[in-house]
């Protein structure tokens, strides 16, 4: 990927060299500055490859830079090179799918800024987002006067120097994720002319009186404040707070503020359009601000403590017209029916999870809805109609985890906007058919499991739609291997476990990675990345064509039929994590697994009848867990991360029995083996995913904490594991490219639980 965008890079600076050279408008950059471009690159760690243009006389044409075209003294410099959507609470319900992207780290430049940087006297915008930077803020950074945009977010910057307070000029400032800690925010009230101010995710907690420094900001219109571990606000310095009528964004997010956090958000500013007060510790006390507010179009208030009925606050809403977006998910509320949405009529977004609402799903006339969230309920009685014509918009639709029952309605199928579909642990029965999926042609994650639905689809059916993710498991898809997955050419995870396939393997299945052969660079080649088709009845043996499943991470074909050798392609799933084959018939011997080495954490060939020596093993220097195989040699403590391994149920000669404790996945000591072991995150990474379907809320659990962000997609295997791998804390990892939620189930949740203990200890 990299070394494609160094070609572009290099043909735009062959081109360039050829084009500019003789063009009259050719300014040459004054030298001055050019020396200090020079200085703050040697403090980069990938200076060279990422600033690899900055050579050559004209430092106005290197990358990132952009001089005054009259003085050539360099005015802005823009060197956020991350290309990755990010996508923050406060729209994190999406109209589309993103687009994901494989995590690269050398998008980043890392270590320091130079104090070089204050000799670009006339800069006015300076952006080194996403850069891994760590240390302080050059205190000589006051002197650079004309700034008006500074963007620093996503770094590991340690703190902030007062000088900050000259900054006079500065229009947009984001500090927004980094290690900042702070007693008082005195430089702020300097900055006058601030518009836009992120503090976000920093350690403020112990922060007095906050409130009085954002007060001074005159014309301010969003704020950030989320994840800053504040407390709540000092009622004197409420008295002093003259109301803006500038201030449009406010969230405050993550922090510890109960209800008294109103009257501060009330006389700051009348004119709030977006407000974010999710993950606090608000209750009933606030349901009157609803009618002060009247310009609310998106109201955060997930994970708070509201308890009374939900259908209590609806009519508490001046703004309900004008309300696009209102999440409320996952507070106490007491159990009641779905409330009456019909005045919300501008309703984008609505998610409404774990909200105790109980009865009918019944909805009235949407004619935006986007988004509807109601998983997580105690809906029951039959599933709606989604008339077309009354959810002609809808694009996300996740109603799983309550208790609707009886047979899908066929209007389902009409929803032509749908890309995301979930209606997983319902007590839903009878068939899906082609009618149900008729016009679904915009659909990329289907989830129907853990109902009793029966694929009732004809072999030679084409979908309309191309899947990315579907999960099916505990439907009968079976006895057939369901051959409309043929045509779905972009699915990264199958998780059809449990569906009733008595057939042989199919051999086409690698035909689909094949077809994946993608033209721009091998590293964003797609797709398989998790591949799960395990208690079925499949029989025969195995293709031998796994080099095509190059970026399979996770393969789980255990307690199935299958039988013959374990192909030798096996040995070429380069990114493969975790490789279970147990409980079926395969035989012979196991095959040199070489270009896995670096990779496998997780092997269970166990209740087969393999032979093997374990000496093969001894090269796998990151197994976390072994269960097979042969002959146990002596150097078997050679395997240095290997936590647990079970040789029992095996064809061994020098058995040394470990015990049963192994041979489920359920059971949770093995889990705690797992998760204790030097990076508990590998086994998250292994068996979390598939990955839930839901958004990752903070604090939901304590991973999230610190910054447990799910970069999923494509890379999620490959992008989470190389960021679990190394190192947790670095900050440039904490990133969100997409919020997902995960499957929990007890096995993982123990996991879960067992990696937090351990990483709280760490911290
Ligand atoms: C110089 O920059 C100004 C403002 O950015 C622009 O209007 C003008 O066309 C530029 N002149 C040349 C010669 O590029
Ligand atoms: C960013 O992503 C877009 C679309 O995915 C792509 O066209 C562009 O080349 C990428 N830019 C960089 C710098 O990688
Ligand atoms: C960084 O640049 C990318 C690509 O241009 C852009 O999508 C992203 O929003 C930028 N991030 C910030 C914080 O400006
Ligand atoms: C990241 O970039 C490096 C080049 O620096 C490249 O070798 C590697 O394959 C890339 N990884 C991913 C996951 O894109
Ligand atoms: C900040 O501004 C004051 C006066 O405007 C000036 O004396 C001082 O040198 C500046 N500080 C820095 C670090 O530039
Ligand atoms: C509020 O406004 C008054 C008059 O406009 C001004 O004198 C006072 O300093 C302001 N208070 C604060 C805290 O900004
Ligand atoms: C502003 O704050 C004061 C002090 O807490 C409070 O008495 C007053 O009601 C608030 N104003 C509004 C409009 O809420
Ligand atoms: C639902 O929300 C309550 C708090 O209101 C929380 O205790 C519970 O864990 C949530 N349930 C799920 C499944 O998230
Ligand atoms: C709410 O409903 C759930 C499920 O129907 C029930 O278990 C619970 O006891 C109810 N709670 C109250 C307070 O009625
Ligand atoms: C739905 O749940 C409610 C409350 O638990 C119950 O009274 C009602 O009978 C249920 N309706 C159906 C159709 O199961
Ligand atoms: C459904 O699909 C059929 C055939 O592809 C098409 O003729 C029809 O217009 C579609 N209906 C809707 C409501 O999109
Ligand atoms: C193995 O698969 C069968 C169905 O083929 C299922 O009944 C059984 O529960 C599965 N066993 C395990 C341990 O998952």
Redo the contacts with the bound molecule.
């Keep these: 990927m990299l070394s494609s965008r160094l070609n572009q890079l290099c043909v735009a600076t062959i081109l360039c060299i050829f084009l500019c050279h003789g063009s009259l408008h050719a300014e040459l950059c004054a030298e001055a500055d050019k020396q200090a471009l020079l200085k703050l690159k040697e403090g980069f760690v990938h200076g060279m490859e990422l600033l690899s243009s900055w050579n050559g006389h004209d430092c106005c044409k290197w990358k990132g830079v952009s001089c005054n075209n009259l003085t050539g003294h360099v005015t802005s410099l823009d060197l956020n090179f991350s290309n990755i959507t990010l996508v923050e609470d406060l729209n994190y319900l999406l109209d589309d799918m993103p687009e994901m992207e494989f995590f690269n780290r050398s998008t980043e430049l890392g270590r320091k800024i130079d104090s070089s940087i204050c000799e670009l006297q006339h800069l006015t915008f300076l952006d080194l987002t996403h850069n891994s930077l760590q240390g302080e803020i050059p205190k000589c950074i006051g002197s650079l006067g004309q700034l008006t945009h500074l963007k620093l977010a996503w770094n590991g910057l340690s703190s902030v120097p007062y000088t900050m307070s000259n900054l006079s000029n500065l229009e947009y400032l984001d500090l927004g994720k980094n290690y900042f800690v702070a007693r008082d925010l005195d430089w702020l009230s300097h900055l006058s002319s601030l518009k836009y101010l992120d503090l976000s995710k920093n350690n403020f907690g112990a922060l007095i009186d906050w409130p009085s420094s954002i007060s001074k900001i005159p014309f301010l219109s969003e704020l950030y404040l989320n994840d800053c571990g504040l407390h709540q606000v000092n009622?004197k310095s409420?008295?002093r707070i003259n109301s803006s009528t500038f201030l449009q964004i406010l969230s405050l997010s993550g922090n510890h503020f109960d209800s008294s956090i109103m009257?501060w958000v009330?006389?700051v500013s009348k004119v709030l359009t977006v407000l974010d007060l999710s993950h606090n510790e608000l209750d009933n006390g606030i349901i009157k601000s609803f009618n002060t507010l009247c310009h609310l179009k998106k109201l955060y208030l997930g994970f708070n403590k509201l308890s009374d009925q939900l259908s209590g606050y609806l009519p508490e809403f001046c703004s309900a017209k004008d309300l696009e977006v209102l999440n409320l998910d996952h507070n106490p509320f007491s159990n009641g029916t779905l409330p009456d949405f019909s005045l919300f009529s501008s309703l984008e977004r609505l998610s409404l999870q774990n909200t105790s609402i109980v009865g009918p799903l019944l909805f009235g006339h949407s004619p935006r809805l986007k988004a509807l969230d109601l998983s997580l309920n105690n809906l029951n009685g039959s599933f709606p109609v989604f008339e077309v014509t009354k959810f002609a918009t809808l694009h996300f639709l996740d109603l799983s985890h309550n208790k609707l029952s009886g047979r899908l309605p066929y209007t389902i199928g009409k929803l032509s906007n749908l890309w995301f579909l979930s209606i997983s642990s319902n007590e839903l029965n009878g068939d899906i058919s082609e009618e149900h999926l008729l016009n679904l042609s915009s659909l990329k994650i289907l989830d129907v499991s853990k109902n009793s639905l029966s694929f009732n689809l004809s072999p030679d059916w084409v979908p309309p739609f191309q899947l990315v993710a579907l999960y099916a498991s505990f439907s009968i898809l079976g006895p057939q291997f369901p051959l409309w997955l043929k045509h779905q050419r972009k699915l990264q995870v199958l998780q059809i476990s449990n569906t009733y396939i008595t057939d042989s393997f199919p051999e086409w299945l690698g035909d689909i990675s094949s077809r994946f052969v993608y033209s721009f660079c091998e590293t964003s080649s797609l797709p398989v990345t998790y591949l799960d088709l395990s208690s079925n009845a499949l029989t025969g043996p195995l293709p031998n064509c796994w080099q095509k499943f190059q970026n399979l991470e996770v393969l789980n074909l255990a307690n199935n039929s299958l039988s013959g050798s374990v192909p030798e392609s096996f040995g070429n799933l380069r990114s493969i994590l975790s490789m279970h084959l147990n409980n079926n018939n395969f035989s012979g011997d196991i095959p040199s697994l070489a270009l896995c080495k670096g990779s496998l954490r997780f092997i269970d060939f166990g209740d087969n009848n393999l032979e093997g020596t374990l000496q093969t093993w001894l090269e796998f220097e990151h197994l976390i867990v072994l269960r097979l195989r042969g002959l146990i040699p002596d150097n078997i403590g050679h395997l240095k991360n290997l936590e647990s391994i079970d040789l029992s149920q095996n064809h061994l000669q020098g058995m040394i029995p470990v015990g049963k404790q192994f041979d489920t996945f359920d059971n949770s000591s093995y889990v705690g083996n797992i998760g204790l072991c030097g990076m508990p995150l590998v086994n998250q990474c292994l068996d979390v995913i598939p990955p839930r379907i839901r958004r990752v809320h903070k604090k939901e659990d304590q991973l999230l904490s610190f910054e447990f962000y799910l970069g999923l997609g494509l890379g999620f295997f490959v992008g989470f594991w190389s960021v679990c791998g190394t190192s947790i804390i670095k900050p440039s990892w904490r990133r969100a490219y997409f919020r997902w939620f995960i499957n929990v189930t007890d096995w993982i949740y123990v996991t879960v639980v067992v990696f937090t203990i351990k990483m709280k200890r760490r911290f």
Aim: glycine residues 0%; proline residues 17%.
């Design positions: 009622p409420i008295s009257s009330l006389n």
